[in-house]
Every structure is written in structure tokens, then in C-alpha cells.
Nanobody, 119 residues
Framework: QVQLVESGGGLAQSGGSLRLSCVVSGSIFSIETMGWYRQAPGKQRELVAAFTGDGRTNYGDSVKGRFGIGRAKTTVYLQMNSLKPEATAVYYC???????????????WGQGNQVTVSS
């Protein structure tokens, strides 16, 4: 069984910083991509930041220059700086992985962590 367990987040003031972490555990053969998405009330889930299959990083336009993604083996981090109230959302960790050699790549999601930025 694959699990993605998130930690961090919470409440910050506008201009402040928060850090999210996500640990992927379980029976894993390979992790193809890892990243963070968010969903604000009444809006669709959107990309925040992610590592691509070839190790590059993609960032959502609204967070470029302020957020940073990092990875250490099966852990992915999101450092959020210069936070704005519009960053308020539930943040989800995502990993696309194979559980065994020859397996199809499947998406797995964390439980979601609330981030609230006050003005």
C-alpha cells in the first residue's frame, strides 16, 4: 500500500512563510514525478510546483519566484515565501509512481493540508 503523508502548513500572515513536507512510503518501485497542487474553495485544483520525469521543475505562474520545491528520495518539500492571501487553499502532495517493475504509472495523493494566509 502506498501512502503520502503531508505535514506543515497552517496559518501565516501576508508576506510570511510556510513549509510543507510529504513523505511517500509503501511498496514502490520508482517515483516518476512528485509535486504539489492546491484547491481553493470554488476553484479547480491547480499546479503549484512539481518535478517532471526528467528532473526539471514546473511552477504555477502565480508562485514563480516566491515558492521553491525540493526533493530528497521519497520526500518532497514546498517552501512558500512572500505568501499572499490568494494562496489560501488546501494543498495536496502528488506522486506518479510504479509499485513494481512493469507496472503502469499511477497517481497517488496526500490527504491535503490547509494553508491560510491572512491579510
Amino acid at each position: 500500500q502506498v501512502q503520502l503523508v503531508e505535514s506543515g502548513g497552517g496559518l501565516a500572515q501576508s508576506g510570511g512563510s510556510l513549509r510543507l513536507s510529504c513523505v511517500v512510503s509503501g511498496s514502490i518501485f520508482s517515483i516518476e514525478t512528485m509535486g504539489w497542487y492546491r484547491q481553493a474553495p470554488g476553484k479547480q485544483r491547480e499546479l503549484v510546483a512539481a518535478f517532471t520525469g526528467d528532473g526539471r521543475t514546473n511552477y504555477g505562474d502565480s508562485v514563480k519566484g516566491r515558492f521553491g520545491i525540493g526533493r530528497a528520495k521519497t520526500t518532497v518539500y514546498l517552501q512558500m515565501n512572500s505568501l499572499k492571501p490568494e494562496a489560501t487553499a488546501v494543498y495536496y502532495c502528488n506522486a506518479a509512481l510504479r509499485k513494481y517493475s512493469g507496472d503502469y504509472i499511477k497517481d497517488y495523493w496526500g490527504q491535503g493540508n490547509q494553508v491560510t494566509v491572512s491579510s
